[in-house]
């Protein structure tokens, strides 16, 4: 029986990796499928903060003035470490480099995903909600033919394409059924994400307030509301399992400096939790198939890097999508695999080391105690390690020896504090 081709390329999952990806192939000719086991608008767990950067793949997509009428404007970010220590650091600054934006952009998952699958769907992808995708279809050879899934009925269905995405998130069924997946061993942290009113003095930067046992990140994400997201250690996750939201709100009240702020803040829908983190696939690729987005790397959410490794990601997983389908041969579909893994390193592995060097920080109140000091009284350094966040100052600013020196060794301002 000679079976066809549903697609050229399928899709899994539709957040912002996905749907990038499914944007960029679609405008190009491709016949694209996209399959998600939720329904749009829905919400995610998430930091929900878009470096300036972002905003050009945005504008790109065309949805970027849409997005920003209902987006709060951050204008850099705020670390408090342990022993009260403050350091901020601006997108625009002496440094020279500028980002597509000269700010980020905070807002909400429910309506980032939507916009960006409604686009995808206009550039003409094939979007089904509510498939469950359960497994991968392959080839006698062992090559990915598709993938095997539940709709919304409970009815199993096969979808063949010429070549699957992987772009499912963290815990991805693509990466566990390609046995590409694979979990750190440290640093082991899950978070409890949740919307608050009421959040006194909130302002126009990212706030990350590290303590001893977890951290939280504050954002204001338009229409009046914060963004919460806390992490901590894994070994607390029997007690989120049982009441993460009651969990957060004692965690939050207990903080001193936080306390009077959550004094009187209402929450605005459940407290969701997500993780464990550190999940780095062997690698982006099997025959018939790629990895994109958190489905392929997700280290630590501090420096909010899932938005834009996201879209970015997908950029580059169409692009891979061309060749791959295009090669005339096995050696030249297997270069083209090499490519895009190769692709991912060079756009990516800087900031990969960076997260890893934050990690280690955050992971040892001494440490982030010593580095925070250090941004605080020298505003530059600051400056440079928001710009890397943000996507447009290249990592190698900060991993410099003379940077790490002046972070971690020389001493510091007398100046600086709290």
């Known amino acids: 029986m000679i079976r066809t081709r549903d697609a050229d390329v399928l899709i899994v999952g539709g957040g912002p990796a996905g749907a990038s990806t499914a944007f960029q192939r679609a405008r190009r000719g491709a016949r694209v499928r996209l399959l998600d ?12 903060c878009l470096s300036p950067e972002a905003s ?27 022993d009260g220590t403050r350091a901020h650091g601006d997108y625009v600054a002496a440094h020279g480099y ?41 080839s006698p050879k062992g090559d990915i033919r598709g993938v095997s899934a539940l709709d919304s009925s409970g009815v199993a269905r096969e979808v063949h394409a010429g070549l ?51 951290f939280v990140g504050i954002a204001d994400v338009g229409a009046g509301v914060t963004t919460v997201a806390a992490v901590f250690p894994r070994h607390r996750a029997p007690e989120l399992a049982r009441d993460a939201a009651g969990f957060l709100h004692r965690w939050l009240i207990a903080v001193p400096h936080l306390s009077a ?19 780095h696939a062997r690698r982006a690729w099997a025959p018939g198939a790629l990895l994109v987005g958190d ?24 692009d891979a999508t061309l060749d791959v389908l295009g090669a005339e041969s096995s050696r030249a579909a297997a270069m083209a695999y090499r490519a895009y893994e190769g692709a991912r390193h060079q756009e990516f592995g800087g900031k990969w080391r960076v997260e890893r060097m934050i990690g280690v920080s955050v992971a040892s109140p001494r440490l982030v105690n010593r580095a925070t000091r250090a941004l605080s009284g020298r505003k530059l350094l600051a400056d440079l390690l928001v710009g890397v966040t943000g996507d447009f100052v290249p990592a190698g600013q900060v991993l410099r020896l003379g940077y790490l020196a002046q972070l971690f060794v020389l001493p510091v301002p007398p100046h600086a504090g709290t």
């Not at 945005?58 to 949805?63: E, T």
């Not at 995808?120 to 991968?136: C, H, K, S, Y």
């Not at 489905?295 to 169409?318: K, M, Q, S, V």
């Open 37 to 48: 086991r939720a329904r749009f608008p829905r919400p995610k767990a998430c930091a929900e």
């Open 56 to 82: 050009h793949i945005l504008h790109d997509m065309d949805v970027l003035p849409a997005l920003e009428r209902h987006a709060a404007q951050m204008r850099g970010m705020i670390v408090r470490s342990p």
């Open 98 to 138: 500028r980002g597509f934006r000269d700010r980020g952009l905070a807002i909400r998952r429910e309506i980032l995903d939507d916009a960006l699958v409604s686009r995808a769907r206009d550039a003409g992808v094939q979007v089904e909600e509510g498939m469950r995708v359960t497994d991968v279809l392959r």
């Open 164 to 214: 699957v995405i992987g772009a499912d998130g963290l815990r991805s069924i693509v990466a566990r059924r390609l046995g590409l997946a694979r979990r750190s061993m440290w640093p082991h942290r899950i978070a409890v994400v949740a919307h608050y009113r009421d959040v006194a003095d909130v302002g126009d930067y990212v706030e990350m307030h590290v303590q001893r046992d977890g």
């Open 261 to 279: 702020r959550f004094g009187r803040a209402t929450r605005d829908g459940p407290a969701r939790v997500t993780g464990p983190f550190a999940s």
């Open 295 to 318: 489905a392929a790397d997700f280290f630590d959410p501090f420096t909010g890097e899932g938005i834009y490794a996201g879209l970015r990601g997908g950029e580059l997983a169409a």
